[in-house]
């Protein structure tokens, strides 16, 4: 809803979320499974689209409203 008003706490919000979920996933794979990064093609796909988040939301940022 933040994102669709155009205001800049979506995008820190989605970083957040992101990032929260993402080491918890990781935490997951390598503490409880002790699997390898190789082993989980879903973690991985996960790892690239947080890095794409991660990487687009200062650009974005830029153009929404406060």
């Known amino acids: 809803m933040f ?5 800049r706490r979506g995008t820190d919000l ?3 979320i992101m990032a929260t979920d993402l080491a918890a996933n990781w935490y ?5 499974q ?3 990064f190789a082993a989980q093609p879903g973690l991985q ?3 690239v ?4 988040v991660l ?6 940022r830029r153009h ?3």
């Open 3 to 7: 994102l669709i008003r155009g205001k």
């Open 14 to 16: 989605v970083c957040a």
């Open 28 to 32: 997951a794979v390598y503490g409880i």
């Open 34 to 36: 002790h699997s390898s």
């Open 45 to 47: 796909r996960m790892t």
């Open 49 to 52: 689209f947080a890095a794409l």
């Open 55 to 60: 990487g687009t939301a200062p650009f974005i």
């Open 64 to 66: 929404l409203t406060e």
